[in-house]
């Protein structure tokens, strides 16, 4: 290297390290110390991300157009495990469930949350004690939940059908009968997952400037118009990421119909991981299984892609 | 600070008896909602299978015998399964921290080429919910690639898939990018090696973010049930959840529930103790990405 190139490089080198560079075959060194340093501090998420979140996307996709005994290497077998899938009588009525159960978890676990976070955010007494309350559930392993409220909807003794004979209404068949289990699935998710929501809204609201509020008033606005046109805006980008949130959450439904319903009666709680799990698990066909496990990615994919965008949005 | 109903609304007489009224209504709407089914859990469990099964059903306990708790923890092994998810999240827990806290820093700090690339691979994973990576997961596990170790039954099988996660190491990173330069630098003037920086500056200032990691890694791993169902088959290395579900069918419905009285109380012991962290990890867990 030139004496004048050295004298060039050197001011630059003191503006970005704390070493002046002696010659550029140092700098290169120094990169490449600097690069193998960083990997080695990045090498264990490496190898757990690659195994356990990296490769396993690609295998879903390999598996499901495999038929597979674990044994021999996979044979292709091209669309065969979706036709499978998709010609299996449970198939539609897994997607419809998944569909029915994320509507009403939205109906009850979107809205509800709104309200009580609105009216908590007005109250001037008890606020630590009703948001602990609230988190409760929320707190509890999820299974502990679902096996609490399996006993609460016991079509005899349960705590459920005892408040409905209290208010004088015949008892129900809760998880026993087609045309409720799955609605007994709503209740107990909302029911624990109900505390999240509330608190997120909680916070969005506190942040809202009041004078936004005074000046409505002042403008005649009553209280519902100023719910409409001044909360709502003013929470509309996390109203919007807890939408897709929730869907995304509840589209993976498992736990509920594996430990209350088993998918029954009737296939009536049958869910797509529920049903997933099945092929796997119970039917030994994990090519099915992927084939599920990809349409379900897919269609997820779509709202936590959204949900990227807008949270970004949200976060600026 | 004013909210939706003005200060001056709430000074009238109707405003005043209103707000009570709506006051009272939510406290004992919230109690009845959240707090009863606790204590119908809590009670239940010194009930008799007699009395659990008599209509209408009496609201406290005829008499009060705690034989029955030990007798759920003998029976269902709950030390057994206490000890084993002890070890799950506490060792999710550690392994969590020293793999994402030097991947944050890396990226963050050290910016090695292609550090963009891992980052936003790391960040993809966000969009793709574990649920449906479930089966080839599992594969992994059981047969790990090109070493063919089988994690089944092992606490790597939960360690392991724990450590990545793309939230944590995000949460980390935006934070690590908020340390001033100029504190790193001096130290590396001084001849300071890069996993010294990280242990005597980076860590000790960034104790709020590692508290809310911490906390939400380990009641992660607690409260997961589909994972540890389909990796830790074997009665003696079940986490909590999962061995009474299993155990459920066979046991008396009182038996029952007192094992879930004792398998909700760490987790929610946990949550009088971090409750701040705790909340504070949901507002920033609403924002991810």
């Known amino acids: ?316 | 600070m004013r909210t939706l109903v003005s200060p001056l609304a709430l000074q009238t007489p109707r405003g005043k008896i209103l707000y009570w009224s709506i006051l009272v209504i939510t406290v004992v709407g919230f109690t009845g909602a959240f707090v009863f089914p606790l204590y119908w859990m809590i009670t239940g469990a010194l009930k008799s299978p007699d009395e659990l099964a008599q209509i209408p059903p009496s609201f406290f306990p005829q008499h009060f015998d705690f034989g029955v708790y030990v007798e759920a923890w003998n029976q269902l092994q709950l030390g057994v399964f206490l000890k084993n998810t002890v070890l799950y999240a506490g060792g999710a827990w550690l392994f969590t921290l020293a793999v994402d806290v030097t991947a944050a820093y890396s990226l963050s700090k050290l910016r090695p080429m292609f550090g963009k690339v891992v980052l936003g691979l790391m960040l993809a994973t966000l969009m793709i919910p574990p649920m449906v990576l479930l089966l080839p997961t599992y594969l992994v596990a059981k047969d790990l690639p090109i070493l063919h170790w089988d994690l089944l039954n092992t606490p790597w099988a939960i360690w392991l898939p724990a450590a990545a996660n793309g939230f944590f190491v995000f949460l980390l990173k935006r934070f690590f990018d908020s340390i001033p330069k100029e504190l790193l630098e001096a130290a590396e003037i001084d001849g300071a090696s890069p996993m010294r920086i990280l242990w005597s500056i980076v860590l000790p200032v960034s104790r709020p973010i590692l508290g809310v990691v911490s906390i939400l890694s380990v009641v992660t791993v607690w409260k997961d049930f589909v994972w540890p169902l389909l990796v830790l088959p074997e009665t003696d290395k079940m986490s909590i959840s999962v061995g009474i579900a299993s155990l459920s069918a066979q046991m008396p419905q009182n038996v029952l529930i007192a094992s879930l009285v004792i398998a909700s109380l760490p987790t929610i012991l946990v949550f009088f103790v971090f409750q701040r962290s705790i909340m504070a990890g949901l507002t920033a867990g609403s924002l991810k990405g």
């Open chain 1, 1 to 316: 290297m030139t004496v004048t190139q050295e004298r060039v490089r050197r001011p630059q080198s003191r503006a970005a390290g704390p070493r002046p560079d002696v010659d550029g075959r140092g700098a290169l060194k120094r990169s490449v110390g600097r690069n193998l340093t960083a990997y080695g501090f990045l090498c264990g998420a490496l190898i757990c991300f690659a195994l356990f979140s990296w490769y396993p996307m690609v295998r879903e996709v390999v598996l499901s157009f495999q038929e597979n005994n674990f044994v021999d290497p996979g044979k292709w077998v091209g669309f065969d495990n979706f036709r499978n899938v998709i010609e299996d009588p449970a198939f539609r009525q897994a997607w419809l469930n998944t569909a029915i159960f994320s509507a009403l978890a939205l109906v009850v676990g979107y809205a509800v949350p709104f309200v009580l976070a609105i009216v908590l955010n007005e109250l001037k007494h008890a606020k630590a004690y009703l948001r602990f309350v609230v988190y409760l559930p929320v707190m509890l392993p999820p299974a502990v939940a679902v096996l609490l409220f399996k006993w609460f909807y016991d079509p005899g003794a349960g705590l459920f059908n005892q408040i409905l004979g209290t208010f004088g209404i015949p008892p129900l068949a809760w998880l026993d009968s087609t045309s409720t289990a799955l609605i007994s699935l709503v209740l107990v998710s909302t029911w624990m997952n109900l505390g999240t929501g509330t608190l997120i809204y909680l916070a969005a609201l506190q942040s809202i400037p009041g004078d936004l509020y005074e000046s409505a008033e002042l403008d005649g606005a009553g209280l519902f118009r100023r719910i409409w046109h001044v909360t709502v805006p003013q929470t509309k980008l996390i109203l919007l990421v807890m939408l897709l949130l929730q869907v995304v959450a509840t589209m993976q439904v498992f736990i509920e119909p594996y430990l209350l319903t088993g998918g029954g009666p009737e296939n009536a709680t049958v869910t797509v991981a529920y049903l997933m799990y099945q092929y796997a698990f119970n039917f030994g066909d994990f090519g099915g299984g992927s084939a599920l496990g990809l349409m379900l990615m897919i269609v997820l994919m779509v709202f936590s892609t959204i949900y990227l965008r807008v949270s970004r949005e949200a976060e600026r």
